[in-house]
T-cell receptor, first 109, second 115 residues
Framework: AQRVTQPEKLLSVFKGAPVELKCNYS??????LFWYVQYSRQRLQLLLRHISRESIKGFTADLNKGETSFHLKKPFAQEEDSAMYYC???????????FGAGTQVVVTP | EAGVVQSPRYKIIEKKQPVAFWCNPISGHNTLYWYRQNLGQGPELLIRYENEEAVDDSQLPKDRFSAERLKGVDSTLKIQPAELGDSAVYLC?????????????FGPGTRLTVL
């Protein structure tokens, strides 16, 4: 069965500290993975996608097929990174996404 | 550019009442999605449209939920009758098409409370 697991509901870090959000998936096909972010009182938006291999706002994510993981990392957290982060797995060629339950990140000064 | 527009933003109804949500996607976006997001969970796809055709409605509870996308632009999602368990945020999203690198753009959502 297809599944996306984000084990941490809440992650609290200090400004300037590294932050890592865990995402594990279960999928029999070739995975395409995404991170979406929702800032306070804003709508859900794409942060980055695996296929682009990009770094957005200092965040990177590496697909590890052996560990079936797609963890999101940032070396130095900023207060503006406080938000809800969702890992998403595309489960068909038509763009259907399956989301994890999300991780709330709180960056304190 | 207003992005994906949804209305109403909030709706409170009593159980067994009908309710409808409206979505206007970004201009030119052929693909439209309706998601339901329960408290503490990520969004779950209910139905996906390619233009006016519903191409994936496998997750839509068809006994009480219905949707339409007339003329391949605006869409309406309806619940009749609503149940307590339908309380959630209903999100609409749109994208240019079905390719995997086509980003989905989300609306602000409609928060439904069923009493």
């Amino acid at each position: 069965a297809q599944r996306v697991t984000q084990p941490e509901k809440l992650l609290s870090v200090f400004k300037g500290a590294p932050v890592e959000l865990k995402c594990n998936y279960s999928y029999s096909g070739s995975p395409e993975l995404f991170w979406y972010v929702q800032y306070s009182r804003q709508r859900l938006q794409l942060l980055l996608r695996h296929i682009s291999r990009e770094s957005i706002k200092g965040f990177t994510a590496d697909l590890n097929k052996g560990e079936t993981s797609f963890h999101l990392k940032k070396p130095f957290a900023q207060e503006e990174d406080s938000a809800m982060y969702y890992c998403a797995l595309q489960t068909d060629s038509w763009g259907k996404l399956q989301f994890g339950a999300g991780t709330q990140v709180v960056v304190t000064p | 550019e207003a992005g994906v527009v949804q209305s109403p933003r909030y709706k409170i109804i009593e159980k067994k009442q009908p309710v409808a949500f409206w979505c206007n996607p970004i201009s030119g976006h052929n693909t439209l999605y309706w998601y339901r997001q329960n408290l503490g969970q990520g969004p779950e796809l209910l139905i996906r449209y390619e233009n006016e055709e519903a191409v994936d409605d496998s997750q839509l509870p068809k006994d009480r939920f219905s949707a339409e996308r007339l003329k391949g632009v605006d869409s309406t999602l309806k619940i009749q009758p609503a149940e307590l368990g339908d309380s959630a945020v209903y999100l609409c999203a749109s994208s240019l098409g079905q390719l995997i690198y086509n980003e989905q753009f989300f609306g602000p959502g409609t928060r439904l409370t069923v009493l």
